[in-house]
């Protein structure tokens, strides 16, 4: 499982570089302050961010997590995973658009916040009761 979570993660860095390549064919470097370059600009960088985040989420070294926390850190691996679909979506949808409410680009943040918090829930609990048993 960690190797598709690291093969997704790189896949995602990867669209994060096309979309840069995408943006210089497409955008205009003399609109440097234009809502829509911004707009690119934004997804692209959250591509960035949820591709890594990914990464880092796939080389995580597992302790021994109470049963409390399995399915805390399974629902958190599933919004770290599925957070950069959103992002991609975003970027097809979204980006350029000067009206666009950025609704899937608002679902991808809420999905990876979600995804890191409890993440960070689950490592602060095995954390705690780690040192219980440690004492």
């Known amino acids: 499982m960690k190797r598709l979570q690291l093969l997704w993660g790189g896949l995602i860095v990867i669209g994060f570089l096309l979309t840069g390549v ?14 829509a370059r911004m707009s690119f600009r934004a997804n692209h960088i959250y591509l960035l961010m949820s591709g890594l985040v990914v990464i880092v ?53 809420i999905v990876l916040f979600a995804g890191v918090m409890l993440s960070f829930l689950v490592a602060t609990i ?10």
């Open 57 to 109: 989420w796939a080389q995580r070294t597992l302790a021994h997590e109470p049963s409390i926390c399995l399915w805390m850190s399974r629902i958190a691996g599933i919004f770290i995973i599925v957070a950069p679909l959103f992002f991609l979506i975003a970027f097809g949808l979204e980006a350029g658009v000067a009206n666009s409410e950025r609704m899937w680009t608002l679902c991808g943040v």
């Open 22 to 35: 995408y943006m210089q064919s497409v955008i205009d470097p003399q609109s440097e302050l234009s809502m």
């Open 126 to 135: 095995e954390f705690l009761v780690g040192n219980d048993r440690n004492s």
